[in-house]
């Protein structure tokens, strides 16, 4: 089943209850990029703001933290109401030991990801593969929107595919109607999008677009 989470690094962050309620009947999650001006030269929001949209959401979250030290912040996401249907996922070079947070973020009952940069190998990951619900690959460096998708990627999710058949496979940067069907092709079941959805007049038919992209 191939799920659509839209970004909200692209929308009206003045009016995110809004984003979050236009996407709501025909997304299946809502990304939300944390990112700390650290680990990528960017910053957005972090756990206060996270728990305000899942406040208004009706459909899960999938939190992607591009920040340093993750482990310091699993419990701020877990007051912030994230639960068993939300996704805490964390770039593997950002912690010493990515296994330990992985078992951490598991045991608070939140599911567990981790983040692939476009510089990180697949052996750097390949061994926590069978730990996580969910491998986000990244399609450009992370830290902004609207970049082009590096195709080069695809073999990672491919790789990726073949060691897990239930892993899910979320695919971040890039990612619009042109792009969607090879990330598919490539094994990826969670498409991420921020500036092809909400830079579109219409968020819910840009999410229609790339359905029919990928012939559902
Ligand atoms: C970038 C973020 C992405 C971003 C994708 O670091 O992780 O989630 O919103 O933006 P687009 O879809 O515009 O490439
Ligand atoms: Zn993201």
Redesign the pocket.
Known sequence: MLKIAP?L??ADMARLAEAVESIASSADYV?C?V?DGHF?PNLTFGAPVVGAVKKVSSLPLDV?L?IEHPGRWIKDYLDAGLDSEDFLTFHVEAEFDPEAIISRIRQTGVRPGIAIKPNTSFEQFEGLIELVDQVLI?T?E??????KFMHDMLTKVKMTRQMSKLVVIGI????DKNTAHLAVEAGADLL?????IF?HSDPQSAIAEIRRSIGE
């Open positions: 970004s690094l692209s990304h990029d990112m990528v992607h591009m990244m450009v992370p830290g902004f929107g609207g970049q971040d940067g890039g990612i991420i999008a921020g500036s092809a830079g």
